[in-house]
């Protein structure tokens, strides 16, 4: 990590005390940074204690050990408007607060720039329309934020911390219960604001091929370590698929995605081109069948197209099919 991080981790170890003042550490030893300018995914399975991270990197609960910097001074060294300009955080709650329109949710983002009565001058005004319209909600201004979406919602809460205007952005899962476009939607504005505003964005999310396909780093929550570095590279060496040790799902390196462990029961030979052969293969795999180039096989399978058929060739029959869904109920019977 240079000297240019912008948050700085070191050896932090992140939990809660109960009624009489006793620790428990939910996870230690967690040393991370990111720089200005950059997306950053945090993952890690349910109960790993990313949103007990967030809280204290967003200097709502001290860590338990270890330290937090921010452009090289502690976050317990900051007092708490003088983070507010610095950091802001997006929770999950979904907050639903009754008469509060759209406009007057985001202009909440400019308390630590406004003075003591919280009065907006003409400048807060165009910078809390500016951020609505920067997350694709201009014309929403009146509407009361208990009366629209979640995704609009999410979107609207973006907004505020853009009207925050600060350096750094914490958010935790801002993309749950929303469908995948828009899933997409909101992480795309993120990647923009971190290269178009040069912010730093750090976000949880059990959407993993998004975070692949988007994040600059990923921030890795193992069950013994944690871990970060490019999507890339924790595929490559092999520490991003140690997220599914334990469960039935496996990653596959090749396609990048992910598929549950199967019992496969025969061997076939798969030969094509293009999508069509990629979503047969996809669907044979589904259906128990190991894909392979060896030639001992007893069934070969050819995938057509113009019209897309599928002709199936084993020792004693030769049939085709107009529809994976018929391929398949034929193979399943084999
Ligand atoms: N306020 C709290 N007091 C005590 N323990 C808590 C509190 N909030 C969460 N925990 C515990 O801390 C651990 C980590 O929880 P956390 O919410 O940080 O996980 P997470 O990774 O965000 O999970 P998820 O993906 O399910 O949202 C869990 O065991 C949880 O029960």
Redesign the pocket.
């Known amino acids: 990590m240079s000297e240019s991080t912008t948050i700085k981790l070191k050896q932090v170890s ?3 005390r ?1 009624s009489r003042g006793k620790e ?1 550490i ?2 230690s030893g967690i040393s991370l940074g990111a720089e200005k300018g950059e997306l950053v995914a945090l993952i ?12 204290a990197l967003a200097g709502f609960q001290p860590p338990i050990t270890g330290d937090i910097s921010v452009s090289g001074k502690s976050i317990s060294a900051y007092r708490e408007k003088e983070l507010a300009t610095m950091m802001s955080f997006v929770s ?1 709650e979904i907050i639903r607060v009754a008469n509060l329109s759209v406009f007057e949710m985001v202009a909440l983002g400019r308390f630590p720039h406004t003075n003591w009565f919280g009065k907006l001058t003409d400048e807060d005004r165009q910078i809390v329309n500016e951020s609505i319209r920067m997350v694709g909600l201009d014309g929403y201004q009146t509407r009361p934020i208990n009366q629209i979406s979640d995704g609009e919602r999410q979107r609207a809460m973006i907004a505020r911390t853009l009207a925050q205007d600060t350096d750094i952005i914490v958010l ?2 801002p993309t749950a219960f929303l469908d995948v476009p828009n899933k997409y939607e909101i992480v795309s504005i993120l990647h923009h604001l971190a290269r178009e505003k040069n912010k730093t964005i750090i976000f ?1 999310t ?1 959407d993993l091929n998004i975070a692949v396909s988007e994040v600059d780093m990923i921030w890795l ?1 193992l069950q013994d370590d944690v871990v970060q570095g490019a999507p890339e590279d924790l595929i490559l060496n092999g520490q991003f698929p140690l997220l599914f040790q334990k469960s039935d799902l496996t990653f596959d390196m090749e396609k990048g995605d992910f598929r549950i462990k199967r019992h496969l029961k025969h061997a076939v030979q798969l030969t094509g081109k293009g999508a069509e052969l990629l979503w047969t293969q996809k669907a044979l795999e589904r259906n128990g069948l190991e894909v392979t180039n060896e030639a001992d096989t007893n069934i070969e399978i050819t995938v057509r197209s113009e019209p897309p058929c599928w002709q199936v060739q084993t020792a004693d029959s030769d049939k085709t099919f107009y529809s994976v869904y018929h391929l398949c109920r034929y193979l399943r019977e084999l």
């Open positions: 992140v939990g809660y109960d428990r939910v996870k890690g399975g349910n109960g790993i204690g990313k949103s007990t991270l967030l809280r999950t935790d899962e949880s059990h929550m």
